[in-house]
């Protein structure tokens, strides 16, 4: 590595450890934002840091945000009584992008899976039966992959709330395999809206 671009060199490493960018994308992402150094790699500079020091995970429902309660927890327009089960911030951001959904979410932080030895414990199955006693929830969405795993983590968690709640689960729309996060806005949304009981 040469010394006088070790640094750079070193972005590039960074850059390309992001997910959807490879070595090449890296280096293509890291000179344009060296050409436009005053417009975009001094102030993301200075985002990066900021949100290094002040991003957090919400206590409540789990989501990605600056305070110990995020905004969609602390909104009394959210407060519906629906509460979206997703397995993590990206597939609740998706959920948001899609601006279907006006209730509250609790993100689980993954998926239960035995062959990775990740049983309730390990996910934040625990935190939401405690939230089905302590608020006004009236509907569970289980909004989790159309995957193995996914629906056995439904399933675990529609045990858990058998008679609680009601329970719906997305309907058509959502492929089996599919991950919330890489569906358009349009599919969630059709999901959405025709939940079906579980």
């Given at each position: 590595m040469n010394n006088s671009t070790r640094d750079i060199d070193s972005l590039i490493e960074l850059m390309a450890k992001?997910?959807?960018?490879?070595p090449r994308s890296a280096r293509r992402a890291v000179l344009h934002l060296i050409r436009k150094r005053a417009l975009m790699l001094t102030?993301?500079?200075?985002?990066?840091?900021t949100v290094a020091v002040t991003a957090r995970e919400c206590l409540r429902?789990?989501?990605?945000?600056?305070a110990d309660i995020c905004d969609i927890c602390t909104s009394h327009k959210r407060a519906t009584g629906e509460i979206c089960v997703v397995e993590d911030v990206?597939?609740?951001w998706a959920m948001e992008r899609s601006n279907v959904f006006k209730g509250r979410y609790?993100?689980?932080?993954?998926?239960?899976?035995a062959l990775d030895s990740i049983g309730p414990d390990d996910l934040r199955i625990p935190q939401l039966l405690s939230r089905i006693e302590t608020e006004d929830v009236q509907e569970v969405i289980l909004a989790v992959?159309?995957?193995i795993d996914g629906q056995t983590t439904a399933h675990y968690i529609a045990d858990q709330l058998e008679g609680r709640v009601k329970l719906t689960s997305l309907a058509q729309?959502?492929?089996?395999?599919g991950e919330l996060d890489y569906l358009d806005d349009g599919t969630i949304t059709?999901?959405?809206t025709a939940r079906k009981e579980i």
């Amino acid at each position: 590595m040469n010394n006088s671009t070790r640094d750079i060199d070193s972005l590039i490493e960074l850059m390309a450890k992001l997910p959807g960018l490879g070595p090449r994308s890296a280096r293509r992402a890291v000179l344009h934002l060296i050409r436009k150094r005053a417009l975009m790699l001094t102030p993301l500079a200075d985002l990066m840091q900021t949100v290094a020091v002040t991003a957090r995970e919400c206590l409540r429902c789990g989501n990605i945000g600056t305070a110990d309660i995020c905004d969609i927890c602390t909104s009394h327009k959210r407060a519906t009584g629906e509460i979206c089960v997703v397995e993590d911030v990206a597939d609740l951001w998706a959920m948001e992008r899609s601006n279907v959904f006006k209730g509250r979410y609790h993100v689980l932080g993954g998926t239960l899976s035995a062959l990775d030895s990740i049983g309730p414990d390990d996910l934040r199955i625990p935190q939401l039966l405690s939230r089905i006693e302590t608020e006004d929830v009236q509907e569970v969405i289980l909004a989790v992959g159309a995957t193995i795993d996914g629906q056995t983590t439904a399933h675990y968690i529609a045990d858990q709330l058998e008679g609680r709640v009601k329970l719906t689960s997305l309907a058509q729309g959502v492929p089996i395999g599919g991950e919330l996060d890489y569906l358009d806005d349009g599919t969630i949304t059709a999901a959405m809206t025709a939940r079906k009981e579980i």
